[in-house]
């Protein structure tokens, strides 16, 4: 017997060992522990209790998270054990997500799919999904040279991203998800600006304007930088691969208007 259950019913441990499990053997690895879940739900706004996890037999066997901001929403990750698969209860989950958001007032939920995954591509295609752009996942090698943009107050650094900007954040970027990171630094040249997150591995969060080249070679001074979901026709993407940047995913954004 199969049953839907808010993952809020779980524990975060439950939670950890249902997604690891449901992205074994995924098309890039993929594993997370209790902080990195508590952080992703924190960071994008997933709603535990519209979110769903699948049970069959009183086993935990599937799970979807779905994160809501206003009148839009984000599939935050969808994951069956490997034993279950092939049985549609991706699409169940699916659905469980799409009465949520309808629930709550959602009129459109948007999700990335890498574009290995074609199962769940053709999916999202039967359920009205539609493809809005692609995006790129670049890694781009440290170099303390340096560029020649100067640090400045992380809000500085926004204020004018926002004005500079052309198109829409994807979601793990916007400025809903900024809201919620503490960490974040600033460069600015005198026609662009950016954002970033440092550590081990600097995230580059937002970035917008001219002089890209500039911007980037700042920011990896301070160490290697993963660029998360660049458009691909944007000139951010092509200033990383200009800079000898390696390309590690490309996803399809899609978005289903309810």
């Known amino acids: 017997m199969l049953e839907?259950?808010?993952?809020?019913?779980?524990?975060?441990?439950?939670?950890?060992?249902?997604?690891?499990?449901?992205?074994?053997?995924?098309?890039?690895?993929?594993?997370?522990?209790?902080?990195?879940?508590?952080?992703?739900?924190?960071?994008f706004d997933v709603d535990a209790d519209a979110s769903r996890v699948a049970l069959r037999d009183g086993e935990r066997v599937g799970f979807a998270n779905l994160a809501l901001r206003d009148r839009e929403a984000w599939i935050g990750g969808v994951g069956v054990v490997p034993e279950a698969r092939r049985g549609g209860l991706g699409e169940t989950l699916m659905l469980a997500l799409h009465e949520e958001a309808r629930a709550r007032g959602v009129?459109?939920?948007?999700?990335?799919?890498?574009?290995?995954?074609?199962p769940a591509f053709r999916l999202y295609e039967k359920l009205g999904y539609e493809?809005?752009?692609?995006?790129?996942?670049?890694?781009?090698?440290?170099?303390?040279t340096g560029g020649g943009a100067s640090e400045v107050a992380s809000a500085e650094a926004h204020d004018r991203i926002r004005r500079l900007r052309t198109?829409?954040?994807?979601?793990?970027?916007?400025?809903a998800t900024l809201a919620h990171c503490?960490?974040?630094?600033?460069?600015?040249?005198?026609?662009?600006?950016?954002?970033?997150?440092?550590?081990p591995t600097v995230?580059?969060?937002?970035?917008?304007?001219?002089?890209?080249?500039?911007?980037?070679?700042t920011i990896r001074a301070h160490g290697p930088v993963s660029a998360l979901n660049l458009p691909a026709d944007e000139p951010?993407?092509?200033?990383?691969?200009?800079?000898?940047?390696?390309?590690?995913?490309?996803?399809?954004?899609?978005?289903?208007?309810l």
């Open 131 to 144: 493809v809005t752009r692609e995006l790129e996942v670049w890694r781009l090698a440290s170099d303390e």
């Open 167 to 175: 198109s829409r954040e994807p979601w793990q970027l916007a400025d």
């Open 4 to 43: 839907l259950r808010p993952a809020s019913a779980f524990s975060l441990d439950e939670r950890v060992s249902l997604f690891n499990a449901g992205y074994a053997d995924y098309f890039v690895p993929f594993q997370i522990d209790a902080q990195a879940l508590r952080t992703m739900d924190e960071t």
């Open 203 to 217: 995230q580059l969060m937002q970035i917008a304007g001219s002089d890209l080249d500039e911007l980037l070679r």
């Open 182 to 199: 503490a960490d974040l630094q600033g460069v600015a040249t005198e026609g662009g600006a950016a954002l970033f997150r440092p550590g």
């Open 107 to 118: 009129e459109i939920v948007w999700l990335e799919v890498i574009e290995q995954n074609e």
């Open 236 to 257: 951010a993407a092509a200033a990383v691969r200009a800079l000898g940047g390696t390309l590690a995913v490309r996803q399809r954004e899609m978005a289903l208007t």
